[in-house]
């Protein structure tokens, strides 16, 4: 399984974007029953976690996030959106997504995320 994040780009605080992640060379019955979750890396700082949908598609956010940022996915598709409103500055970071394990360990390897960038 390759994952192909896309949507980030330059934009000011307070815009929106819409991310997307493709799980691409995977078929929906392995897709589908994934956890999948949106993960991302500010410079200098740990990759964390700031959605997650399961496959049922109960979803939760960071707090930083709450209000803001909505997880969706669409299994037929084999893909996960984020949609982010009312960007911040400290919204700046590198986007991925990857499925995961109710222990928290990820599913496959990391695709190469889709850089977000909000200027202040």
């Known amino acids: 399984v390759q994952l192909q994040a896309s949507g980030g780009g330059l934009v000011q605080a307070g815009g929106s974007l819409r991310l997307s992640c493709v799980a691409s060379r995977a078929i929906t019955s392995v897709f589908n029953p994934v956890h999948m979750g949106w993960y991302r890396q500010a410079p200098g700082k740990e990759r964390e976690l700031v959605a997650d949908?399961?496959?049922?598609?109960?979803?939760n956010y960071a707090d930083s996030v709450i209000g803001r940022f909505a997880i969706s996915r669409a299994n037929a598709r084999k893909t996960v959106y984020l949609q982010m409103n009312n960007l911040k500055p400290e919204d700046t970071a590198v986007h991925y997504c990857?499925?995961?394990?109710?222990?928290?360990?990820?599913?496959?390897?990391w695709g190469q995320g889709t850089k977000v960038t909000v200027s202040s």
């Open positions: 990857n499925g995961y394990f109710p222990d928290g360990a990820t599913t496959w390897n």
């Open positions: 949908i399961t496959s049922g598609g109960s979803t």
